[in-house]
């Protein structure tokens, strides 16, 4: 749906040029919002995006508000999400980038969460060591640090359809990282029992043991 406050006749003839489903024409800033309410009181979660003076009313009753950067000063303080360029389609890649920040928090709290959760009915048992423990938050940092900056080699999705259905490719490598920081952090853990077990400390320090009987 495009609001515009040019006259209808132009309205119209850029709704087709731009793609858009509906076009309407000389429609005032009040009417923009009245617009948005509506389509929000039908159960719709409605986006918005303009770069004037007259869009700030309809922004801001949008549940998303969409500002180009080269727009006004009022309409990038009113909207949500500014973008860089005045380019509608990177709006696509917006929600796409949202998206991916937002699992990328998930899944970070998942991995701050999850050693804990482990870590302390261990401890309240007795069966965690320090060294263990230390492991298991160093573990924790690494997991968290490196699954953000997976960020840094985001690209926008060639089209819209990309957002709700991801390549398989980028399914495979998302779970497929998910599956080695576990089995990094099973190995880590592994080997900080094995280094804290009795035996092993038994073992290294008897040579000394051996050394100072021997001098004696």
């Known amino acids: 749906l495009m609001s515009s406050g040019d006259a209808e006749l132009v309205a119209a003839a850029v709704g087709r040029e731009a793609g858009v489903d509906e076009a309407r024409g000389a429609i005032r800033p009040e009417g923009k919002a009245e617009a948005i309410q509506q ?10 995006l303009g770069d004037g003076i007259n869009d700030a009313p309809a922004l801001a009753a949008a549940d998303v508000g ?15 999400v500014t973008l860089m ?8 890649g917006a929600i796409d980038a949202s998206r991916a920040t937002f699992r990328k928090i998930k899944q970070n709290l998942f991995w701050a969460f999850i050693y804990n959760v482990i870590g302390i009915p261990l401890a309240a048992f007795g069966y965690l060591s320090p060294a263990l423990a230390g492991a298991a938050m160093a573990m924790s940092s690494v997991s968290v640090v490196t699954n953000s900056l ?3 080699g985001f690209r926008p999705p060639r089209d819209a359809g990309a957002i709700l259905h991801p390549p398989l490719a980028e399914r495979v490598r998302e779970y497929a990282y998910l599956a080695a920081v576990a089995l990094v952090a099973l190995a880590v853990g592994a080997a900080a029992l094995y280094l804290a077990r009795p035996e092993h400390g038994h073992a290294s320090s008897a040579p000394l043991g051996q050394m100072n009987h021997g001098a004696s």
Not at 85 to 92: N, Q
């Open 150 to 152: 997976r960020l840094r």
């Open 39 to 48: 389509l929000r009181a039908a159960g719709r979660v409605v986006g918005m």
């Open 85 to 92: 360029r005045p380019d509608p389609r990177l709006v696509a």
């Open 66 to 80: 969409i500002a180009m950067g080269t727009g006004t000063d009022i309409a990038m303080e009113t909207a949500g």
